[in-house]
């Protein structure tokens, strides 16, 4: 693939379970089809959260250009319509400079607010309220999602009752504008994509899980969960909501062992993997390749061969 100055190819999209590889490959495939990385990730967002969110390293990004790393600080509220406007602009930018522009990453309602055009609600979080929600949760489980069926239930339909963050933001829209989240949040002009999911059998992907794990405690996982708190930033922010914080911010206070921590993120890392495999199973544009053993030069070769089919190359 040769593209042109002010050619427009279709947007590439590489998505899967977390530690799958997909940043490594998007790198090789990046190389290849002369593209720049957009990043579909609800937590590479944040500045100063690298080890546990396993960022692009420096190396990677002095390869191949990475947009929507570090545009926000972790006590910050970043949202989907954020994250939206940002990449749509970073896409044009990609193109006017005659390159081309891949999504790549793990989150996958960034993924389809960007494919599928979401028009999104901008209703800015209410804290106070949320922090009732919570507490209400806490005291009744269960509760929260009872409520969303009974007030939304095509977006209680779409969201998983565990996710209890998810279940609040639909609640909150509807408190705060009067209307379901299935009504305000629709589908507008998207982008022309062709979408590659990369695959592993679950017992390998899980080993892989421990072994990054492993890696992101000796790189320093544990201090920089501590900068974060000695900085002030508040456990309940959405960036220490992430895997990787939330289960280590409880070891940092000394309330847990780090053993108990690292299971305890083991077990949360691989429930993560599946809500993944499941939310972009159920689209069926998304064209599975199962990486195996393969290494990331091999995987973007085979997901080039693909994209070259799909355009008739």
């Known amino acids: 693939m040769d593209p042109t100055p002010g050619s427009r190819l279709p947007l590439l999209v590489l998505?899967?379970?977390?530690?799958?590889?997909?940043?490594?490959?998007?790198?090789?495939?990046?190389l290849r089809v002369g593209g720049e990385i957009v990043c579909a990730d609800s937590r590479t967002v944040y500045r100063g959260m690298d080890v546990g969110t396993a960022k692009?390293?420096?190396?990677?990004?002095?390869?191949?250009?990475?947009?929507l790393l570090d545009v926000a600080?972790?006590?910050?509220?970043?949202?989907?319509?954020?994250?939206?406007?940002?990449?749509?602009?970073?896409?044009?930018?990609?193109?006017?400079?005659?390159?081309?522009?891949?999504?790549?990453?793990?989150?996958?309602?960034?993924?389809?607010?960007?494919?599928?055009?979401?028009?999104?609600?901008?209703v800015p979080p209410d804290w106070q309220a949320r922090r009732a929600w919570e507490e209400e949760e806490r005291q009744r489980p269960g509760t929260l999602y009872h409520r969303l069926q009974e007030l939304d239930?095509?977006?209680a339909a779409r969201i998983p009752p565990a996710n209890l963050r998810r279940v609040i933001r639909a609640l909150e829209v509807v408190s705060r504008t009067g209307r379901r989240l299935s009504e305000v949040a629709r589908r507008g002009p998207g982008e022309a994509a062709v979408q590659v999911g990369l695959d592993l059998d679950r017992a390998r992907l899980y080993e892989r899980i421990r072994r990054r794990i492993q890696e992101q405690l000796r790189a320093g996982?544990?201090?920089?969960?501590?900068?974060?708190?000695?900085?002030?930033?508040?456990?309940?922010?959405?960036?220490?909501?992430?895997?990787?914080?939330?289960?280590?911010?409880?070891?940092?206070?000394?309330?847990?062992?780090l053993d108990e921590a690292v299971r305890t993120l083991e077990r949360n890392t691989r429930r993560y993997a599946k809500r993944q495999w499941t939310w972009f199973r159920a689209d069926p544009r998304v064209r599975w390749l199962d990486v195996d053993d393969?290494?990331?030069?091999?995987?973007?070769?085979?997901?080039?061969?693909?994209?070259?089919t799909h355009a008739g190359a």
């Open 221 to 257: 996982l544990v201090d920089e969960v501590r900068s974060l708190l000695e900085r002030g930033v508040d456990p309940s922010r959405p960036s220490l909501q992430g895997l990787g914080y939330k289960e280590l911010v409880p070891y940092v206070r000394g309330e847990v062992s």
């Open 15 to 30: 998505v899967g379970p977390t530690a799958v590889g997909k940043s490594a490959a998007a790198v090789e495939l990046a």
């Open 153 to 155: 239930p095509e977006a």
């Open 56 to 67: 692009a390293t420096p190396s990677m990004r002095a390869r191949v250009p990475h947009h």
């Open 73 to 122: 600080d972790p006590d910050e509220v970043f949202t989907v319509w954020d994250f939206q406007r940002l990449t749509r602009a970073a896409i044009a930018d990609i193109r006017s400079r005659g390159r081309v522009p891949l999504l790549v990453g793990g989150t996958g309602l960034y993924v389809r607010a960007v494919v599928d055009g979401l028009v999104l609600p901008q």
């Open 294 to 308: 393969l290494p990331p030069e091999e995987v973007a070769e085979r997901i080039l061969e693909g994209v070259r």
